[in-house]
Structures are given as structure tokens and as C-alpha cells.
């Protein structure tokens, strides 16, 4: 079994581990890249979301084997520090609880926000209906992702 | 050592027999007159011989130590004025690494900005360090204070000793000591070292509440951003040198036992490193950290682990339970609702004349299903016993249950047991149960290496500790003005406490009767009886406990009889509370259970402002509206509930819940625990319920079992009742009269009276 090269927050990494193993366990126990979440394993919850060639992908349920040419981002690689617009938001909303789930809703919000700016209500609970949260943030969540809409525009305002 | 639920805030454990005293040494019986955590307070941050250690995650979330002087137990100020607190009691999301810190730092006299959180490890200088019961404030609250205002009064006298002049003559403000007269001034950063080195007041001053900078101010969670950027270290992040993972094949059915397993087939999987048997084991009778039959697949990681438990192939026993069943269930607790009760609990009055004089007499039914807790992070647990030792990190809401439990198992001396908390992704009272923390322990032991034992979704709610399933069976009476006079209560449930300590005791009832029997409604005729009957599950405490069912039938027979009556349901409830004096509600049961205070005044409060921003008194928003109240341990909510039905279903849209807690630290926090509550509310109304068959729930997974996702969310509406009782929880307060606001909504909108939950399949708007 020879090892397999990913491409994660932009930087090459190897793995020791076979083809099928799910993307979320290569990057929790192969990189230690804990932010991704395991929460059901068969693509449900949404907690192990992170982006694959630029889309929101359940991590949970992508086998690295076919990963070797792809861009990964995972929560830990969304900023250099902690302030694209949508964590500036959901520091700023006070948004989360037990805090488990807010990895998946960030990065989906944010991969959202990539391809539509200004998101329409549905758009919002589409994307968002896939994460689950347990706590009941949905409520801030919203406010998060209002103001996160905000942040996103300033930004591409003044790039 | 009193397993299960939290004890209530005047149990005091007594210091810990294993530190070693300092110069300043302290009468023990000082300590233990003014509450052991003074013990705490006296002595310098001495790690003990193990140090577990909070820095468990990956190595690039460890922050660089800087130099820095412990001043207490909680209390350490670095050279560049940073001030670490220590949180005592874990975080499960109720927000207590904030709420906590910020008692100590208000009497330490610090700016919010400067405060860094420490997680504590498991220590008795620490205090009460459960999260349970929704005591973490109420027990802590002194304790705190003192430990803040402790420490500042040592920094004063470092300064006053520095300077020459009297204590008196000096002030603090923000991280600074004043000298008055002359307006000099010390950071406490300059201080620290000399601070630690003075005789420790026995009686600090402390604020004036009326003084308060920070508790009372909107603080946002301490671990945001570490939250936003996925350094935030959760028991499953946990990692350590040669960290091994394992995955555990259980006996799927109560109370079964392990016949045979071939492990061949789960050894040749690449990364399975051994495969070992794993016997139950019940330590010290304490059912709430039992250990069931199982084979552990101990691997290099996760998936390995996983894929390696598929491979095993297992026969069990199945046992006594094999053939449990929601049927079985349900009608094992009516056939005990129709004999005599196991216990009378409450008999105040005559009901039995009442009833028969009553003009009106009402009766109704509830049904309640089993609940697991479906914490957003598994259930798993990191252990590593090596020689006399043992070191554990994970989510556990009993840090101290766990380092007993693992001592006896052990068989070490509970100094050689060292239990760090991390962050826990939700609780609800699962990480209570701690059999998946003696289980790891197990695991190491077994593989001889550091493990963290990982549970799948499907694991962790198949091995689920319910919040037992409920029948309840009530009666009323009105009289002629439509006034309620009698009210019988028939509560069946298993017992909690025969799921917490495997002996024969005096009240099995205990943890079962609260939110029932202890309701102070002034009705001059109540009887309370309780059948317990036993279960094929295992049980545990589920947010608010007993108030998670009793509240709900109570409620929604309050609202039966108001209708029956005629009367408006909020007025109703007014009239019963009436405008007397606080009373005292007695039960036969020991402690704080058995003298429960109540107060009319701060129960109509609630309800008056719940019923004000709602609009009650005016004309409905959308098709119905239900009201209901719950009180817990002294914190008192009320809940309007907003519906609206269409073809398509029923739709929650508004929780309007009213809180009075005491004295809020965080408002910002308390509203985070009243929205949350409102959501666990609507989901236990639409979704929730295990069902059981063949000895075993029958979802595994979120596939099976719904769960409330975005969207489908109500708005809500947190209403905080200012208060200066002393501070009460609000972690389960919240909750209790969500689901009956809901359903109490739902009749007023259809007439349809929902006495089974959840609500059948298809009955909410956009429901799976």
C-alpha cells in the first residue's frame, strides 16, 4: 500500500492510508486536522463538510482514492487567521453553543457565498437544511449569515 | 462518593486528603466550615503528580506557555497581564467556561478582554466540577466569588506591603491596585509572585452587587473563535503520542453476555493492531458507569478501527430483554397504571371526595417515548493506563464519577487517576453516564497503549442511556365557578435511580417525581402515586429529567381542565398559582427533593411576562396559541407557543419563553439555553422517540431518526425576568414547558388534543 498525496489547504500532504478510507478520517487521523467533524458517517449531518475542488463536500463520504488531483479546504485553511467574512460573522453573531457543528455551517456558508453573494431565503435553507445542529443556533445562524452577506460584499467592495 | 446527578449547592465535598500544605497552611477546619473550596483558595495551582494536561489537541493548536504566577487555585497573571481563569465545571455548550470566569474575574476586579480560560483538570481544590442538574452557577456562585475576591485581596496586600501603607488605604480598578492618598498605582501583573506569598484572608470583601461591571453584561462565548476556526479541541480531537483508536463491538441487548467471537478476518484489515474481550463490569454497583460485554478492535485510526469491528464476526446471549418492545413497553405500563401505585408520594386533601363532588371531572392519557440525547459529537473517550497510572481526556459532564469509577476498576488510588474535560459537542446529560469513559480505560489496559475509543452515530444511539419512557394517567375536578379543586397524578416510568446505583433503595422514586409532585399549586386536594416498572434499556438523565415528562402531562392537563372550565388557559393558570406566600411543597424524599420551596409571585411573573410579549390578551398570531409553565430547582419559565396549520401540516412558528433565573451572569448565554431549549422543544413535539423492537431501538442513525434542521426552526423569542434571587440554572429550565406550549397550541388551533408524542410522521409542514 503506498501512500497517497492530498492537497489540503494548499499545501501537498501524505497519507499512509488505503484508497477507500474517507476523506474526513485521512484528514482527522492522517493530517490531524481536527476542525472537520465526524458526526453520522453516511452523509447526513453535514458536520465533516469542507471543499473539494471549490464545492461543499460531506468528507464523510469521499474515499481519497480519487482525491489525488483535487484542491481540498478544510475549516483550518478558510483564513489565515480566523477572518474570512463568515467566521468575522459568526464571532461577531456569538453564534455557537457546543460549537461542534459550526465548522460544517461555516464552510458552507462560505462556499455559498463564493458562487451567490447575496443569497436568496431559500437559497440560504437549502444550503443550510443540510447541517445539522443539535444545540438549536439556527436562529443566530441566521443572523450570522446576514451579516456574513454584509462582510463578504465590504470585502469584495474594497478588493 | 454519591453518584448520579449533581449534588444540590450546600453538599460540600471535603478537601483532598493527598496535597501538601505550604507555610500558609490553613485550618482544616476553617476550610471545611466555610466550604472546602476555601482549601482551593489558599494553595498555589500545584499540579499533582499526573498531570493530564488541557493541551490535547494537535500540536499546532498548543499555545506557547508564557511566564506567569498561580495567585489560587483559580487564578494565574502573567507578567504581560494576562489573566487565566480556571473554568471548574465542564463545557457542554451551556456556556459555563464564560459564565464561570466571569464571576472570578468580576470580584478580581479585571478587564473581560485580559482573561484567558483554563479548563480544570479533575481536582477537589476545584469545587463542585459536575455539569448536571443545572447547578453549575448555583453551586459556584460563592465559591467563586470568594476564589476572585480572594485573590484580589492578596494583590492589595502585595501592593500595600510594597508601598508601605495600610490595606485599607488601597483600591483595585481593572487590573490595577490604588494607593488612594497618593494615587499610586501597581498592575496586578507586577504583583502576582509577591500576591501569592501573603496570608489569605479568611473573609475577603465582595462586591456589592449593585457594583457589578461584567456579571449582568452580554459576553460572547470565550471559545468563538477558536469554535470559527476549528482549533477548538473536542474529545474526539484529542490526541497524544502513539495514540491508538478502537471501535467496540457491544452486546446489542440489555443485560446480554458475550458467547464467542472470531476476530481473523477483523486482524487481516490494514491498520487493526489487536482485538481484544472486553467483560462488563459495574464499579462500585454504579449502574451510571457500567460497562457492557463487548469486543474492542483497537487500530492505528478511525476507519481502521471501524472497518475492523465490521469484520468481526460476534455471538452474544441475548438474555432476559432479547424481546423488548415499544409494545411490550406500553402495555407493561398500563397493565401498572390500572393497579394500585408503588407509592403515594403526595396526598394532600381529600381527592377522592373531591372528585365526587366536582362538578366537572376530567381524565386524560399520556404517552411518552424513550428519548435518546443524539449529541452532535459521538460518544468516545481517550485513556492511557500504563504501569500504576491512568491519564484521560474526553467529554464527561461527571469529571469526578469518572476518576472514581476509574480508581476502583483500576484499582489505583484515586492520585494516580488524572481526568482532564475537554470541550464536549453537547451533553444533555449523556456524558453523565460515564461507561464510555471506564470502557476506554478498559481498552488501554487491554492494548496496553493510549486509546481513544471512538463510537459511531450508529453506537452512539444504539448504546444510549433513554430518557425512560412515561405513561401518565391524571384526573380533575372543577367546581361550579369552573375552579380546579382535585387533581390525581399516576406517574409509570422505570426508575432512574435503579439505572444509576444497581442496590435496593428506600426511594426508587427519587429522580422520578420532580415537575409532578413538588408543584406548589396551591390546590387544596393532590395526590401524587408512582409505579416504577422495569425496562430493557438503559436509562440516564435527559435534559431536565423527570420534568422532561412530568412537566409535559402536567401541563397539557392544566390546559384540558381550563378549556373544560371555560377559562382562558393563561388565566387559568393565574388562579391556580393565586397571590399567596412562598410555600414549601413536602415530599418523603431527602435533601433539597424533599423541601421544595415555591413561590406564586415569581411563577406568575414569568407567566404575565411571557403573556405580555406575546400578546395574549389581544388577538392570535396565526391559527393557535398554547401556554405553559415549568418550574426547576428555583428558576422559573413560562412558554407561549405560536402554530399555524395548513394542508400541508402543522407549523411552529413563534417560542415566546419567559426566564427567571436570579441574578443573570451572561443574558447573552441565557438566551443562547432559552433558544436552544425551544428548538429541543419542537423537535420532541415533531420528532422524537425511540422505538424498540426486539430488544434493541430500531434507529441507528439520522437516516431513521429525524432530527430539526434549519428551516424548520420557529422564531424565538428569549424574555429575561430581572431578577436578584440568588442565580439558578437555565441549561433545563427552558425546556420543560416547550412541548406543552406546542401542543397546547396545536388544540387551540384544531381541537386535535396530542397526548402521544412525537406527533405522527407527515404531521409538520416540511417533516421528512
Not at chain 2, 379 to 385: I, L, Y
Not at chain 2, 753 to 767: F, I, K
Amino acid at each position: 500500500m503506498s501512500p497517497i498525496d492530498l492537497h489540503v489547504n494548499g499545501r501537498t500532504r501524505s497519507v499512509d492510508l488505503t484508497e477507500d478510507t474517507p476523506l474526513l478520517w485521512a484528514l482527522r487521523d492522517g493530517l490531524d486536522l481536527t476542525g472537520t467533524k465526524y458526526g453520522c458517517g453516511i452523509g447526513l449531518c453535514g458536520v465533516c463538510t469542507v471543499w473539494v475542488g471549490g464545492r461543499a463536500t460531506r468528507a464523510c463520504l469521499a474515499p481519497i482514492g480519487g482525491l489525488g488531483d483535487v484542491e481540498i479546504v478544510t475549516i483550518e485553511g478558510l483564513s489565515e487567521s480566523g477572518d474570512h467574512p463568515v467566521q468575522r460573522a459568526w464571532i461577531e453573531a456569538d453564534v455557537a453553543q457546543c460549537g461542534y457543528c459550526q465548522p460544517g455551517q461555516i464552510l458552507t456558508v462560505a462556499a455559498l457565498l463564493e458562487s451567490d453573494p447575496d443569497p436568496s431565503v431559500g437559497a440560504i435553507e437549502a444550503a443550510l437544511s443540510g447541517i445539522l445542529c443539535r444545540c438549536g443556533t439556527y436562529g443566530r445562524i441566521r443572523r450570522a449569515v446576514g451579516r456574513a452577506v454584509e462582510l463578504y460584499g465590504l470585502d469584495d467592495d474594497s478588493s | 462518593m454519591v453518584p448520579g446527578p449533581a449534588p444540590r449547592r450546600h453538599d460540600r465535598r471535603k478537601p483532598a486528603g493527598d496535597v501538601h500544605w505550604s507555610r500558609r497552611a490553613f485550618l482544616e477546619a476553617g476550610a471545611a466550615a466555610t466550604g472546602g473550596l476555601v482549601v482551593s483558595v489558599v494553595f498555589p495551582r500545584c499540579r499533582g503528580e499526573l498531570e493530564a494536561g488541557a493541551d490535547v489537541g494537535p500540536a499546532d493548536s498548543r499555545a506557547p506557555r508564557r511566564p506567569s504566577s498561580p495567585i489560587n487555585a483559580f487564578v494565574e497573571i502573567g507578567e504581560d497581564g494576562a489573566v487565566t481563569i480556571v473554568a471548574p465545571i465542564p463545557e457542554i455548550g451551556q456556556g459555563v467556561r464564560t459564565s464561570l470566569p466571569m464571576i472570578v474575574a468580576e470580584e478580581l476586579d479585571v478587564a473581560w478582554g485580559s482573561v484567558r480560560v483554563r479548563q480544570a483538570e479533575t481536582d477537589e481544590r476545584y469545587g463542585p466540577q459536575s455539569a448536571a442538574g443545572s447547578d453549575s452557577v448555583a453551586d459556584a456562585w460563592e465559591p467563586l466569588r470568594r476564589a476572585g475576591a480572594t485573590a484580589r485581596a492578596l494583590l492589595v496586600a502585595a501592593a500595600a506591603t510594597r508601598w508601605d501603607v495600610p490595606v485599607d488605604e488601597c483600591a483595585t480598578e481593572v487590573g490595577e491596585v490604588i494607593h488612594q492618598p497618593t494615587g499610586r498605582r501597581l498592575a496586578y501583573a507586577v504583583l502576582a509572585s509577591d500576591a501569592a506569598r501573603q496570608p489569605v484572608p479568611m473573609e475577603p470583601p465582595l462586591k456589592d452587587p449593585s457594583t457589578f461591571r461584567l456579571i449582568g453584561t452580554r459576553r460572547a462565548d470565550v471559545d468563538g473563535a477558536a469554535i470559527a476556526t476549528g482549533s477548538a479541541v473536542y474529545g474526539i480531537d484529542v490526541r497524544r503520542p502513539g495514540l491508538l483508536r478502537a471501535a467496540v463491538a457491544r452486546c446489542p441487548v440489555v443485560g446480554g453476555s458475550l458467547v464467542r467471537y472470531d476476530d481473523a478476518a477483523a486482524l487481516a484489515i490494514p491498520g487493526v493492531r489487536s482485538v481484544h474481550r472486553i467483560d462488563p463490569v459495574v464499579p462500585r454497583d454504579v449502574i451510571y458507569g457500567a460497562v457492557r460485554p463487548g469486543v474492542a478492535v483497537v487500530a492505528d485510526h478511525t476507519w481502521a478501527a471501524f472497518r475492523g469491528r465490521d469484520a468481526l464476526e460476534v455471538t452474544w446471549d441475548e438474555g432476559r430483554w432479547a424481546d423488548e418492545s415499544t409494545r411490550r413497553i406500553e402495555s407493561d405500563f398500563g397493565r401498572a397504571a390500572d393497579a394500585a401505585p408503588d407509592i403515594v408520594l403526595r396526598d394532600v386533601g381529600d381527592v377522592a371526595a373531591a372528585l365526587d363532588r366536582a362538578v366537572t371531572r376530567h381524565r386524560a392519557e399520556y404517552v411518552l417515548p424513550p428519548l435518546p440525547h443524539a449529541c452532535m459529537e459521538p460518544m468516545n473517550f481517550t485513556a492511557h493506563v500504563h504501569g500504576d497510572r491512568c491519564e484521560a481526556w474526553g467529554p464527561v459532564q461527571n469529571p469526578p464519577l469518572l476518576r472514581a469509577l476509574l480508581a476502583a476498576v483500576l484499582e489505583l488510588p484515586p492520585e494516580r487517576v488524572a481526568v482532564q474535560p475537554v470541550r464536549s459537542g453537547g451533553g444533555f446529560g449523556r456524558r453523565l453516564s460515564v461507561d464510555y469513559g471506564v470502557e476506554a480505560a478498559l481498552v488501554s489496559r487491554a492494548a496496553a497503549a493510549p486509546v481513544q475509543v471512538v463510537w459511531s452515530r450508529e453506537d452512539s444511539l444504539r448504546f444510549d442511556t433513554f430518557r425512560t419512557p412515561a405513561l401518565h394517567r391524571l384526573e380533575g375536578g372543577l367546581d361550579q365557578a369552573g375552579r380546579p379543586i382535585a387533581l390525581v397524578h399516576r406517574i409509570v416510568v422505570d426508575s432512574l435511580q435503579r439505572h444509576i446505583v444497581d442496590r435496593a433503595v428506600e426511594h426508587p422514586e427519587v429522580y422520578d417525581v420532580q415537575g409532578a409532585a413538588d408543584v406548589g399549586y396551591g390546590l387544596p386536594n393532590v395526590r401524587v402515586e408512582y409505579s416504577a416498572v422495569p425496562v430493557g434499556l438503559r436509562l440516564g438523565s435527559w435534559r431536565s429529567v423527570a420534568h422532561s415528562y412530568n412537566v409535559f402531562a402536567v401541563a397539557s392537563f392544566l390546559d384540558e381542565l381550563a378549556h373544560a372550565a371555560g377559562v382562558d388557559p393563561l388565566a387559568f393558570l393565574l388562579g391556580l398559582f393565586g397571590h399567596g406566600d412562598d410555600r414549601t411543597v413536602e415530599l418523603p424524599l431527602s435533601g433539597w427533593r424533599g423541601r421544595v420551596e415555591f413561590s406564586p409571585r415569581r411563577a406568575r411573573g414569568v407567566l404575565e411576562a411571557v403573556a405580555r410579549a406575546a400578546g395574549w390578551s389581544g388577538s392570535r398570531r396565526g391559527d393557535g396559541r398554547g401556554i405553559a409553565f415549568a418550574v426547576y430547582k428555583g428558576s422559573y419559565a413560562a412558554t407561549v407557543a405560536e402554530v399555524s396549520v395548513t394542508e400541508d401540516g402543522l407549523a411552529v412558528d413563534r417560542i415566546l419563553t419567559a426566564l427567571d433565573c436570579g441574578i443573570a451572569i451572561n443574558p447573552a448565554g441565557l438566551e443562547k439555553q432559552i433558544e436552544g431549549a425551544a428548538l429541543d422543544g419542537v423537535a420532541t413535539v415533531l420528532h422524537w422517540g425511540m422505538s424498540i423492537d426486539r430488544g434493541r431501538p430500531t434507529a441507528t442513525n439520522f437516516d431513521a431518526y429525524p432530527m430539526l434542521r434549519f428551516g424548520a426552526d420557529p422564531h424565538v423569542v428569549p424574555i429575561l425576568v430581572d431578577s436578584d434571587a440568588l442565580p439558578t440554572g437555565s441549561g433545563e429550565p427552558p425546556y420543560p414547558a416547550v412541548p406543552p406550549a406546542i401542543t397546547n397550541a396545536l388544540f387551540d388551533a384544531t381541537g386535535h388534543r396530542a397526548r402521544r408524542l412525537p406527533l405522527p410522521t407527515g404531521t409538520a409542514r416540511g417533516s421528512a
